[in-house]
């Protein structure tokens, strides 16, 4: 049994994009998929998708999310043996997971426009669709993550999860 992770892009951020997770839920299983579960309340689920199915579930998955509550999210997805791969490719171990975050992209993920080692001893490592960010200090206080929101292209979109998250949909999607 194939299981499948959806991320979504900024939903329970603000206040005007509140997705309550029961509706997401809602929205995946009316599209046939079954097993559906969500982690947390930043929208992230994991599902089985159902037969027939081709790999481009996420646009699906946002046209039922705004045919049921109005919402209009990108998801990207990834199976759940990708998240294994996207786990045992991280270069940085840390004790706090929560200063390791993956940012997954729609496409090829590319090397961002700026110069990294002026942000040290914060790192950045470039993996096909993920790039994986060291961020000592946490998210919050990150000059290389503030100086990569304004330097992302905008050819398409992108989806940032802290190490924690990962391992959880690893396990979530694990057979």
Do not use: C
């Not at 206040?15 to 947390?40: F, I, K, N």
């Not at 109005?70 to 490719?89: K, P, Q, Y």
């Not at 002026?118 to 490592?125: D, F, I, R």
Request: no cysteine; glycine share 10%; charged share 20%.
């Amino acid at each position: 049994m194939v299981k499948v992770i959806g991320l979504l892009r900024g939903v329970n951020v603000g206040s005007s994009r509140r997705l309550r997770m029961a509706d997401l839920r809602a929205a995946v299983e009316s599209l046939g998929h079954t097993d559906v579960e969500t982690y947390l309340q930043s929208g992230n689920v994991v599902f089985v998708p159902a037969a027939g199915t081709g790999k481009e579930l996420g646009p699906s998955i946002s046209d039922a999310l705004e045919a049921r509550v109005g919402l209009r999210a990108n998801v990207l997805t990834r199976t759940g043996a990708e998240m294994a791969s996207i786990v045992d490719a991280n270069p940085y171990q840390r004790d706090d997971p929560t200063k390791v975050v993956v940012t997954f992209h729609a496409g090829r993920a590319g090397t961002p426009p700026l110069n990294v080692t002026t942000y040290a001893p914060e790192g950045l490592t470039t993996r096909a669709r993920e790039v994986y960010l060291d961020l000592p200090f946490g998210q919050a206080r990150s000059p290389l993550l503030a100086a990569l929101a304004k330097a992302q292209p905008d050819d398409g979109f992108a989806t940032s999860r802290n190490w924690r998250t990962v391992l959880a949909l690893r396990d979530l999607s694990a057979g």
